[in-house]
C-alpha cells in the first residue's frame, strides 16, 4: 500500500475512534452547555439544568442530540487528523524538520491549520446537534412553532426548506473564529503536557493509557477556558435562528453584552471543563491506542 494512502487510513480511523469514544463519554455535560449557553436565565446553575432536564425529558434527554453528535465528532476528528498528518508535514518542510519531531508550538500551529478543513465538516453537523439539544427551551420561549420535529433528520429537512443549503453553515465565521486559536491551544496544551509526564530518557509515545488521558483532558482545558464566550455566541447563532432570522457574529455579541452583561459568555462552562477531562481524554486514548495498534499490525504484516 502506497505510503501516503496508509497514512490517510490510519489517521482517519484513529480519528474516528477518538470520535466515538469522545462522543460517549461527554455527550450529557454537553447537552447541559448547550442549554446553559442557550437560555442561561432558566437555570440557575448546573445541577439546576441537570435537574430540570432528568425531571422534565429523563435521562433520554442528556442525550439529545447524540444521533448528529456522533456524526459530528467522528467526522470531525477524521478530517482533523487526517488533515494534521498533512500540515504536521507541511510545516515539517517550512521549518526544515522531521514532521514527527515538531516542537510543541509547531504541532500547535499544524493543529490549527487543521482545524480549517474540519471546520467544513463540524459547523452543519454541531448546528443540528445544538438544536436538538436546545429543542425543549426553544419551544418554552415561544421561539419555535409549527412543524413537529422528531430527530435530527426532520431538522436537517426544515432548515433546508426555509434557508436552502446556505442554513446548514449558518454560524460559519464564528465557528472558524473558535476553532483555529482553539485548535493551536488544543494541541499545543496536549503536546505540553505530554512532555511534561514523560520520563526522562523516554519519549511521550512510551506515556501509559493515564497519562494520555490527562494530557488529553488538559487539551481539552486550554482549548475551552480560551474560545468559550466565542462558543458562546456561535451556539446563540446557531440555536436561535431556528426562531427566524439571526444576526451575525460581532451584532449577537454587542445584544448578549449588552442585554446580559458579559457573565453570559462563560454560561455554561462549568459542565463544559468539567468535560474535558473524561471526553478529550477518551479521544486521545482512542487516537493514540487506535494508532499504535494500526503501525505494529502493519508492520507485523510487512515482516511475514
Given amino acids: 500500500m502506497p505510503f501516503v494512502l496508509k497514512d ?3 489517521d482517519f480511523a484513529a480519528g474516528a475512534a477518538g470520535g466515538t469514544a469522545c462522543v460517549y463519554c461527554g455527550q450529557p455535560l454537553d447537552t447541559v452547555k448547550v442549554k446553559l449557553q442557550t437560555f442561561p436565565t432558566m437555570y440557575s446553575g448546573t445541577a ?3 435537574r430540570q432536564t432528568l425531571k422534565n425529558e429523563g435521562a433520554a434527554g442528556l442525550y439529545k442530540g447524540s ?8 467526522s470531525e476528528n477524521c478530517v482533523l487528523f487526517v488533515a494534521l498528518g498533512a500540515m504536521k508535514k507541511v510545516v515539517g518542510n517550512l521549518a526544515a524538520t522531521d514532521p514527527e519531531k515538531l516542537t510543541d508550538f509547531q504541532n500547535a500551529c499544524a493543529g490549527s491549520l487543521a482545524s480549517i478543513f ?4 463540524v459547523c452543519p453537523t454541531e448546528l443540528i446537534k445544538c438544536r436538538m439539544q436546545a429543542l425543549t427551551e426553544l ?3 415561544g421561539k419555535l412553532t409549527g412543524e413537529t420535529i422528531t430527530g435530527p433528520a426532520s431538522v436537517a429537512r426544515i432548515m433546508m426548506k426555509e434557508g436552502g443549503f446556505p442554513s446548514f453553515f449558518k454560524g460559519l465565521t464564528s465557528t472558524w473564529a473558535r476553532e483555529m486559536p482553539g485548535y493551536f491551544a488544543f494541541f499545543y496544551g496536549y503536546e505540553f503536557t505530554r512532555g511534561m509526564l514523560t520520563p526522562e530518557g ?3 509515545d512510551d506515556l501509559g493509557m493515564l497519562g494520555t488521558a490527562f494530557a488529553g483532558g488538559t487539551a ?3 482549548l475551552w477556558t480560551l474560545i468559550f464566550p466565542v462558543d ?4 446563540r447563532i446557531q440555536v436561535l435562528a431556528a426562531a427566524g432570522k439571526q444576526e451575525g457574529f460581532i451584532r449577537t455579541l454587542q445584544l448578549i453584552l449588552r442585554a446580559e452583561g458579559v457573565g453570559a459568555l462563560y454560561s455554561g462552562l462549568m459542565p463544559c471543563v468539567m468535560r474535558t477531562y473524561p471526553a478529550n481524554g477518551a479521544l486521545f486514548v482512542a487516537y493514540e491506542y487506535t494508532r499504535k495498534f494500526l503501525k505494529s499490525y502493519d508492520t507485523e504484516k510487512e515482516q511475514f
Fill in 202 to 204: 523516554k519519549s511521550k
Fill in 118 to 121: 474540519s471546520t467544513l465538516v
Fill in 48 to 50: 439546576d439544568c441537570i
Fill in 220 to 222: 481539552g482545558l486550554f
Fill in 67 to 74: 444521533a448528529p453528535a456522533l456524526l459530528c465528532n467522528v
Fill in 232 to 235: 458562546v455566541v456561535k451556539t
Fill in 8 to 10: 490517510f487510513l490510519m
Fill in 139 to 141: 419551544k418554552a420561549s
